[in-house]
């Protein structure tokens, strides 16, 4: 499975952004997707997974309420779609697949995108 993630930018503090990240292969709807983010300086930190149908969704209490993910499998996609942003969600943000069950933690998760930066001004 091959990742591309798009979306990233430049915004401004309360602003929104709508990462994609696109699967190749037939097997995108095998896989739950998750999404993580990195800031410089910090380690690799979860933000969102949705499971294989999108039925169930799960959050980091830091994006809770401003974050959702999606996906739409006849796409191969999974977004993440992201409102009231905050200089602190300053960022590269990766995608990630892995096989259920719905999991957290990065070292779970099987394939990788490249990452896209998103940078949120104060």
């Known amino acids: 499975v091959q990742l591309v993630e798009s979306g990233g930018g430049l915004v401004q503090a309360g602003g929104s952004l709508r990462l994609s990240c696109t699967a190749s292969?037939?097997?995108?709807?095998?896989?739950?997707m998750g999404w993580f983010r990195q800031a410089p300086g910090k380690e690799r930190e979860f933000v969102a997974a949705?499971?294989?149908?999108?039925?169930?969704?799960t959050y980091a209490d830091s994006v809770k309420g401003r974050f959702t993910i999606s996906r739409d499998n006849a796409k191969n996609t999974v977004y993440l779609q992201m409102n009231s942003l905050k200089p602190e969600d300053t960022a590269v943000y990766y995608c990630?697949?892995?096989?259920?069950?719905?999991?957290?933690?990065?070292?779970?998760?099987?394939?990788w995108g490249q990452g896209t930066l998103v940078t949120v001004s104060s």
């Open positions: 990630a697949a892995a096989r259920p069950p719905l999991v957290r933690h990065a070292h779970e998760y099987d394939y």
């Open positions: 292969g037939r097997t995108f709807s095998s896989y739950n």
């Open positions: 949705i499971s294989l149908s999108g039925g169930i969704t």
